[in-house]
């Protein structure tokens, strides 16, 4: 079993940038694909983007390309989430998600096995 913890949220000025991270504890972290997942209030949870077990793939939804960058360090335990020209629709409570044994870079939540609480991000006008 996989805990994941996000942390990095907090308010920032659209246009601005913010760096979130997930560490995670227990099972075998390279045997992950993580995924990043956000829901703003009264909307569904959104995919935001993914990073294969290795690092060497990424897939993002259409609305985060050219705008965030998802990495990990598998010695660290640890995936990030780099945003940047922050818009105030971003403003969510965004996830990290774990898949055991997937090896691709999946889009859906139902893909996912392990779930954090969630930061809380903020983009004022």
């Known amino acids: 079993q996989v805990q994941l913890v996000e942390s990095g949220g907090g308010l920032v000025q659209a246009g601005g940038s913010l760096r979130l991270s997930c560490a995670a504890s227990g099972g075998t972290f390279s045997r992950y694909a993580m995924g990043w997942f956000r829901q703003a209030p009264g909307k569904e949870r959104e995919f935001v983007g993914a990073i294969s077990w290795s690092g060497g793939r990424t897939y993002y939804a259409n609305s985060m390309k050219g705008r965030f960058t998802i990495s990990r360090d598998n010695a660290k335990r640890t995936v990030y989430l780099q945003m940047n020209s922050l818009k105030p629709e971003d403003t969510a409570v965004y996830y990290c998600?774990?898949?055991?044994?997937?090896?691709?870079?999946?889009?859906?939540?139902?893909?996912?096995?392990?779930w954090g609480q969630g930061t809380q991000v903020t983009v004022s006008s």
């Open positions: 998600a774990a898949a055991k044994d997937n090896w691709g870079t999946p889009a859906t939540a139902y893909e996912y096995d392990y």
